[in-house]
């Protein structure tokens, strides 16, 4: 399956599950009154919300490239990842705050009743089911926006399992357990977003992509026979995917059409990698002395 339609896949199974979690929630909630899980429906009414976004954004990330976007719309999706971010800060703030006022106040109430402990807890079986998902196929297609959510729905858990202690807890007869849960998964979940927002800011502003990639990068370079050394090795990120730009150095008694296979050579090997986008190689030779060492690419190499 392409690229475009195992996103479009991910994305509507995503967005039917939240669908499903919320209106399932917000009927325990209705017929139990616990604010637990009316918090949590919520909560899943509000991924239902953004699901519906990263759908459209991750299906106009796909399109093909055109006249105007030459290299496609894939540069689009850190911004869908940083939407996933602003949600994933909101729930976060959002559950401080209740906590907060509860621990401040002192009215800690938590609902008793099976359905609530049982929506809970199949919340979060799913939930897991669909980080595991959505981070697997985030690793798969190289999705940014993809794994940004699969962190969302990882908090997801942590907040059903804050709930389901809270519930518990009040059963047992301790509901203070609910809101000091509720900060931790809190904390948890905003250092969550700030991660998401890292990574992605990275994709926006050119960083260099991991040292291991790069490593791969110039191995692969200086794996042609008639590739003498490299220098101004520099690759990175244009949106999610990696632009690479290099020299590299050959015997000056090389003929032209030696030299372009050479060239083609070297970009074919480095565009095999999954998370290179273009590559661009210029070639000196030896006579012009252009040759010169090159301190990083020494590092690389031997590391």
Known sequence: MSRRGVLRRVGLIMLGVNLALALLKGVVWVETGSLAVGSEAVNSLADTAYSLVIVAGLSLTTRPPDFEHPHGH??????????????????????????????????????????????????????????????????????????????????????????????????????????????????????????????????????????????????????????????????????????VSLHVEVEGDRTLMEVHDIETAVIDSIQTLPEVDDVFVHVDPKELGEWKSDDEVDRLVDW
């Open 74 to 243: 894939e540069r689009i999706e850190p911004f869908v990842s940083l939407f996933v971010a602003v949600g994933i800060f909101t729930a976060g703030g959002a559950i401080l705050w209740q906590a907060g006022q509860s621990l401040l106040s002192g009215s800690v109430s938590v609902t008793r009743g099976p359905a609530a402990v049982a929506v809970l807890a199949v919340s979060g079986v799913v939930k897991y089911g669909l980080y595991r998902y959505c981070l697997s196929a985030g690793r798969d297609q190289h999705s940014p926006a993809l794994v940004a959510t699969a962190m969302d729905n990882r908090n997801d858990i942590l907040t059903a399992g804050a709930a389901l202690v809270g519930v518990v807890g009040a059963t047992l007869g301790v509901p203070v357990l609910d809101p000091l849960a509720a900060v931790l998964v809190s904390v948890g979940i905003i250092y969550t977003g700030v991660g998401v927002v890292r990574d992605n800011v990275d994709y926006l502003v050119g960083a260099a992509p991991p040292e291991d990639l790069r490593t791969e990068i110039l191995r692969r370079a200086l794996a042609h026979p008639d590739v003498e050394g490299a220098h101004d090795v520099i690759a990175h990120y244009v949106g999610p995917e990696i632009d």
